[in-house]
Structures are given as C-alpha cells and as structure tokens.
C-alpha cells in the first residue's frame, strides 16, 4: 500500500476533522498531491491540491476559506484540514499522487489513490 488515508469520522454541523494520508516516498516526495471525495451517487469531485513542496494550494469553491491542504514531506504525509463542515461535505475522502511536481483539479492527472475515509457531518 502506497497512499493510506486516515482521520474520517462522524462529526456535527460546524464541527471539524483532520484527515492525514500516510505515503511512501517513493510518490510523495517529488509529487504534487490532492484530496477529492466522492457522495453516494455522484461522481467524484475535486477538493485540494498542493504542489510538491507546499509552496502552491487550490481548492474548490465549495470548500475555499474552510478546508485547509498541507504537507510534510519529512514525514510524508498530507493533511486536510476541515472546519466549519456541512451536511453536504458527507463523502468518501481520497488522497492521490500527481503525475506531476503541481497538483491538479483533473483525476487523470492522478497515478496513485489512497483507499479513502469516510467523513459524515450530521446535521
């Protein structure tokens, strides 16, 4: 296993989460590297990305100004920090691996995924 994301819970309206993705280094170090998450019944959607030092982040706009992406490369992990959480944050969280140094909104852009955690926000 290269990519184990971790940190999904049960968590009310408002309240926060810290999802973790423990890489090895061979797809870490020199990857640009995003979350993305899937609802029951939809399609997968873009969440973060975060090039290959953490000197650049994106997000969606569904998320921007509440969710916060970031990395150690040290300790090769991502992070997603998520605050403020809505009903509608309720997915299947995934870290993936870039083909790349940057990251990107695009799956195909993507060579390696983790297995996901479930996050659910109750209302």
């Known amino acids: 296993v290269q990519l184990q994301a971790s940190g999904g819970g049960l968590v009310q309206t408002g309240g926060s989460l810290r999802l973790s993705c423990a890489a090895s280094r061979r797809v870490f170090s020199n990857n640009g590297m995003g979350w993305f998450r899937q609802a029951p019944g939809k399609e997968r959607e873009f969440v973060a990305h975060?090039?290959?030092?953490?000197?650049?982040?994106y997000y969606a706009d569904s998320v921007k100004g509440r969710f916060t992406i970031s990395r150690d490369n040290a300790k090769n992990t991502l992070y997603l920090q998520m605050n403020s959480l809505k009903p509608e944050d309720t997915a299947v969280y995934y870290c993936?691996?870039?083909?790349?140094?940057?990251?990107?909104?695009?799956?195909?852009?993507?060579?390696?995924w983790g297995q996901g955690t479930q996050v659910t926000v109750s209302s």
């Open positions: 975060i090039n290959w030092n953490g000197g650049s982040t």
């Open positions: 993936a691996a870039s083909r790349y140094a940057y990251g990107s909104s695009k799956p195909d852009s993507y060579v390696k």
